[in-house]
T-cell receptor, first 115, second 110 residues
Framework: DTEVTQTPKHLVMGMTNKKSLKCEQH?????MYWYKQKAKKPPELMFV???????INESVPSRFSPECPNSSLLNLHLHALQPEDSALYLC??????????????FGQGTRLTVV | GQQLNQSPQSMFIQEGEDVSMNCTSS?????WLWYKQDPGEGPVLLIA?????ELTSNGRLTAQFGITRKDSFLNISASIPSDVGIYFC??????????FGQGTILTVHP
């Protein structure tokens, strides 16, 4: 099983709303990631969690708040977003733990539209 | 920061033709990954390369990890319509971060 599951698949939210994106994997991976992707551009790294601790924050605005409740789950809490935050948000996971030879598996993404 | 130069940016080919794309960097990577992404979906891992000089195949796909560890290529043989999509290379350093190329948009005409 190499599946990373993201919900919801699509989300439309107003600029004053609070919403959350969810990600789940059951591969025993210890590293989980959030990426943001604009159309026809490569994914841009936002956050990395390693062993349930935030290890990398790529200077992401505080209106994006990640959370890792346990080793299988990763959330991204959204509040007071701007229209330019509309994008495909991708979750990924990899073995982590300092392993050099690791593959990263992506979920299907959440298509977010901010109105 | 690290950058990956992926080329070509786009390709328009006839069904049955072979395809070649590559990525180069000024930095050394420990792992090279090749992904394919369909519209509205997440990237799907095609091939992973872990050692300099490694040549790996996955069906009609072949990829190589350059000897200098600064480049990689992906070949697709006998293309079919479902090969359409965006192909990304990605390099991973020992710190674990993935750096992506800008992508190659592949269009296959039947």
């Amino acid at each position: 099983d190499t599946e990373v599951t993201q919900t919801p698949k699509h989300l439309v939210m107003g600029m004053t709303n609070k919403k959350s994106l969810k990600c789940e994997q059951h591969m025993g991976h210890r590293a989980m990631y959030w990426y943001k992707q604009k159309a026809k551009k490569p994914p841009e790294l936002m956050f990395v969690y390693s062993y349930e601790k935030l290890s990398i924050n790529e200077s992401v605005p505080s209106r994006f708040s990640p959370e890792c409740p346990n080793s299988s789950l990763l959330n991204l809490h959204l509040h007071a977003l701007q229209p330019e935050d509309s994008a495909l948000y991708l979750c990924a996971s990899s073995q982590g733990g300092g392993q050099r030879n690791t593959e990263a598996f992506f979920g299907q993404g959440t298509r977010l539209t901010v109105v | 920061g690290q950058q990956l130069n992926q080329s070509p940016q786009s390709m328009f080919i006839q069904e049955g033709e072979d395809v070649s794309m590559n990525c180069t960097s000024s930095s050394i990577f420990n792992t090279w990954l090749w992904y394919k992404q369909d519209p509205g979906e997440g990237p799907v891992l095609l091939i992973a390369l872990y050692k300099a000089g490694e040549l790996t195949s996955n069906g009609r796909l072949t990829a190589q990890f350059g000897i200098t560890r600064k480049d990689s290529f992906l070949n697709i043989s006998a293309s079919i319509p479902s090969d359409v999509g965006i192909y990304f290379c990605a390099g991973r350093t020992s710190y674990g971060k993935l750096t992506f190329g800008q992508g190659t948009i592949l269009t296959v005409h039947p």
